[in-house]
Nanobody, 126 residues
């Protein structure tokens, strides 16, 4: 199983970016997905998470207080993908953003494992 993230870049304060991440491989089910970030000299922190939901009800979401009202996490279960729409970006949002997924691979019974993307750099200039 691999997670491939994309969409980072350089943006001015107040601007927007959209991050994408797709899981690929022998996947039976993708459970929770999330975005984390790590700024220079700081610990990795959870930015937003989303559960798998059902066919009728989308996944429930949760956000760090620092991004509430500015960031929106969403997912496409058919594509095993998760997205992070980031608006009103601030210089303090500058970090490497990592996608995360809790995945049940094919052929391992009911076991699920944590997988991480390679990280994508978001730089917000003032």
């Amino acid at each position: 199983v691999q997670l491939q993230a994309s969409g980072g870049g350089l943006v001015q304060a107040g601007g927007s970016l959209r991050l994408s991440c797709a899981a690929s491989g022998n996947i039976l089910r993708v459970n929770a997905m999330a975005w984390y970030r790590q700024a220079p000299g700081k610990q990795r922190e959870l930015v937003a998470s989303i559960t798998s939901g059902t066919m009728l009800i989308g996944g429930s979401t949760d956000y760090a207080d620092s991004v509430k009202g500015r960031f929106t996490i969403s997912r496409d279960n058919a594509k095993n993908a998760v997205y992070l729409e980031m608006n009103s970006l601030k210089p303090e949002d500058t970090a490497v953003y990592y996608c995360y997924a809790r995945v049940r691979p094919v052929g391992v019974g009911y076991n699920s494992y944590d997988y991480w993307g390679q990280g994508t750099l978001v730089t917000v200039s003032s």
